[in-house]
C-alpha cells in the first residue's frame, strides 16, 4: 500500500479532509438502526485488505498531520503525557510491541534492526532515525512511551492490573473526546467510568473489567466507540473547552454538512508481555456529515440512530445543542427504506 | 485460548520426584518474553482423553530460548504429571497456551518477601530474575522437606545470595512466619506459593498482624479432585452431561462438545465461572476464586475443580 500523505491541520482553519478511499474504509459503527451500550469487544485479528483493522496499528493519509498535531498539543501542554514510576517496563513493552507492528506492517515507511539490545529504528514520513538500548531509560532522551506516542496515530493508555482490578497508571492523550488523563491518571476501571450513564445499570462495566483482566498475550481484543464532534479536531479536551466547546453553538441547518462530524474510536486492548500491564489504544477516525452521506445506507442508518438515541447519552456524549439540528439535515436523506444490517457503506 | 506447538527439547531430573522439561517452538520462532509468576496450560492427550495442566514458567523472563516447567509427580496424579514423569521424552510433541500472569508483583511495593513450600518455588524463579533485573529489594523464604528435596538451592544461591534463606524440614527448621512478618517495614508485599496449608497458615497469619489484603498474594493450582459421579443440564446447549468420578465438570462439559470458557483450569483465575440455574442438592465448591459469600449464594460455580452433590445440576451454558 502506497499512502499520500495529506498536508491538512485539525485545528484553527480545519482543512482535515477525507479522500474517497478514505471514506469507503471510515470504520461506520452501526450495523442496525438504533443504538445502546453493550459489551462489543472481538478479537483484533487481522481485517480485510486496506480496512482499519488490516494491522494492528492502523496509519492512514493523515498520519503526517495527525502526527504534527499531537506535537502542538503537547508542545501547549505537557500534562498529555503521564506516567507513574511503576509503569517504566509496560513503556518499554508499548515501545516494542509498536516498532515491531509499524515495521513489520509498513516496510517501507518504518524499519527497526536489532543488534542485541542495540535497536536502531527509522520513521520515514516523519524522518526520524534514532539508535538506543532497548530497556535502558539512560539511552533516551525522553520515555519510551513519548517517544512512540508521537509516532502512531491514536491515543495510549496504559493499565496496571493489581487487587482485581485495572488502573490508569500511564498516558499519551491528545485526541480525546472530552476526558483529562490530569484527572483519571492513577483512577481505577470503576473510577474512570464513573460517569457513563446507564452500563451500571446493564452490568455492562463488571463484565468488560471480568473480561478484560482474563485478557491473554497474543489475543488482543477490539471494540468501536463513538461520538459527534463539531469541527474535525482532535484535542477536545476538557482543558481546551474553551477552545472548541464554543463550535457547538454554531451549527445551522445550513453547515451541518460540512461542520458535524462523527467521531469514531476503534479502541483496541492488548496484553503486554514483560510487565502484564493492558495497552488500551484508541484511533479516533473523524468523518464530516458531507463526507458520511455520500454512502445512501450510512445516511439513513445514522439518522435513524441520531433520532432513536436515548436522551442520557445524548447528554453524556454531549450532543444536546445539535442533535435535533443533525437530524432534521439528515432527515432529507432517508426516504424510510429498509437498510440492511451491517456496517458496510 | 492462543496456543504454541512445542517440542521437548531437555529433560532434566531435579531431585527424585521433579523434572523440569524444556520447550521449543516447532516452528523454530522465538518465545515471546512474559513477567515473572506466569504459566502456561499444557495439553496432554492422554489415552484418547485431553487433560490441561498447568505449570509456573521457570527462567528468564526477557529473552527466553526456551520455555520450562518444574513438574512434581504427584502421589495421586490423575494422569498429567505422570505422564509428564513416564512417557513424555525429548522429541515428543506437546501444545501450550501463551504465558498468563496470576501471580504478578507488586510493582509499587517497597519490599517483596517471597515464602515458598516444595514445589511452590517454581513461580518464583522467573519472579527474582525480574526482581534482579529491576533492583527491587526482596528477600526469598524457602522451605521443603530434605535434602533430597533440595531442587533448585543452588542455583537460587548463586543468584539471590544473601536474599535467600533455606528452612529444610528433616533438619528441624521451619519458618516462623509469625516472627517474620512482623518484622516486615510498612509497604511490604507477601507473595506465598506451596502446599494448602502453608498457603493458609501465612494468608492467616498475615491478616492477624494487620496486613492489608492487597499486600498478600498466593497461588495455588489444584489438581481437579475426584469425587461422585453427578449429572448436569446445560441449558442453552440443551443437553444433559455425565460427569464421572475421575472427570471434572469442565472435562466432561468439553468432551460433550460443548465450548465453554476456562483459562488456569486449577481454580485460581475465575475465567470458567458458570451461573447455576438451579440444583436439587450441594454445590462442592473447590476453588480460590469465589468470595465465601458467593460459595454460599449457591449462584455460581468454577467446573474446573468444583463438583457437586446432587441428582441434578443445572447451568446456564
Known sequence: MSLAFKKETFRDD????????????????????????????????KGPVGAVTEFAFDIDEHYVAECEDKAKTLALDAGRYQA????????????ELT?????????????????????????????????????????????PMEYMGRQVQGDFVLLDQRNGTLYADAGFITSQADWSLAFDVGMAWHEWHGPVPQVTKLGVMDRALKFLMALQLGAPVRRLNWTMTINPRLDTSPENYPLWGGDRNKVTIDNVGELVHLRVELQSLFRLPRSNAILFS????????????????WAKRFHRVLKSLHPDLVEYKGLTKFKDLTVQWLSKKDDGAEVALGTHP | MSTFKVVVSNIQQITPLIKQFSFIREDGASFPPFSGGSHVVVAMNINGRLHRNPYSLMGSPQAPDAYHIAVRLQEHSRGGSAYLHHEVKVGSQLEITYPNNLFALDKRARKHLLVAGG???????????????TKANYELHYAYRSQDHAAFTSALKE?????????????????????????????THVYVCGPNAMVVALIETARSLGWPENHIHSEQFLAP???????????KSNIEVHVPAEMSMLEAIEAAGVDAPYSCRGGACGRCELEVIRTDGVLVHQDHYLSEADKAAGKKIMP???????QSLEINL
Open chain 1, 99 to 143: 516498532m515491531e507492528s509499524l515495521s513489520n506492517d509498513y516496510p517501507e515507511l518504518f524499519s527497526l534492526k536489532k543488534d542485541g539490545l542495540l535497536w536502531t529504528w527509522e520513521n520515514k514520513p516523519l524522518g526520524i532515525k534514532n539508535t538506543f538500548t532497548f530497556g535502558d531509560s539512560a539511552s533516551f532522551d525522553m520515555d
Open chain 1, 14 to 45: 480545519y482543512t482535515y479532509q477525507n479522500s474517497a478511499e478514505a471514506i469507503r474504509r471510515f470504520p461506520f459503527p452501526f450495523a442496525e438502526d438504533s443504538y445502546m451500550y453493550s459489551v462489543n469487544i472481538e478479537p483484533h485479528t
Open chain 1, 282 to 297: 484508541i484511533r479516533c477516525y473523524l468523518i464530516s456529515m458531507n463526507e458520511l452521506t455520500t454512502s445512501a445506507r
Open chain 2, 225 to 235: 479432585p475426584s469425587g461422585e459421579p453427578f449429572k448436569v443440564k446445560l441449558a
Open chain 2, 119 to 133: 514445589i511452590g518455588i517454581t513461580p518464583f524463579m522467573s519472579q527474582i530474575d525480574d526482581l534482579i533485573r
Open chain 1, 84 to 95: 507513574l514510576p511503576h509503569m517504566a517496563e509496560a513503556q518499554w513493552d508499548f515501545l
Open chain 2, 304 to 310: 474446573c475443580v468444583s463438583r457437586a452433590k446432587c
Open chain 2, 159 to 187: 543468584k539471590c545470595a544473601e536474599r535467600v534463606h533455606v528452612y529444610v524440614e528433616s533438619e528441624g527448621l521451619s519458618i516462623d512466619l509469625k516472627a517474620l512478618l512482623s518484622k516486615q517495614p510498612l509497604g
